[in-house]
Nanobody, 121 residues
Framework: QVQLVESGGGLVQPGGSLRLSCAAS????????IAWYRQAPGKQRDLVAG???????NYADSVKGRFTISRDNAKNTIYLQMDSLKPEDTAVYYC???????????????WGQGTQVTVSS
């Protein structure tokens, strides 16, 4: 069974930075699209950033210019560099592999426990 382990979250002040990591068992990130999602209390899980298997990046409008997604296939790990954080970025962040078809990311049906990011003064 595939395991996804997110880490790097925490409490940070507005304007601060965090770097999230996601390690996967096996090689589910190889030759796959990858993405970070987030879910705030009472809201649905939304895509934050993704990279297609061809290496094309996509970002939610709310994080463009502030977040950067990257991957290290040799380590089966993906990252999310988050800068200029805002209180509205507060959420549990999840990673996943999947497929990118006609402008939409379709994640695999397994999820990790996520990592909590709280932006507050």
């Amino acid at each position: 069974q595939v395991q996804l382990v997110e880490s790097g979250g925490g409490l940070v002040q507005p304007g601060g930075s965090l770097r999230l990591s996601c390690a996967a068992s096996g090689t589910i990130f190889s030759n796959s699209a990858i993405a970070w999602y987030r879910q705030a209390p009472g809201k649905q899980r939304d895509l934050v950033a993704g990279i297609t298997a061809e290496g094309i990046g996509n970002y939610a409008d709310s994080v463009k210019g502030r977040f950067t997604i990257s991957r290290d296939n040799a380590k089966n790990t993906i990252y999310l560099q988050m800068d200029s954080l805002k209180p509205e970025d507060t959420a549990v962040y999840y990673c996943n592999g999947g497929r990118y078809i006609r402008g939409t990311y379709y994640p695999y049906p397994w999820w990790g426990q996520g990592t909590q990011v709280t932006v507050s003064s």
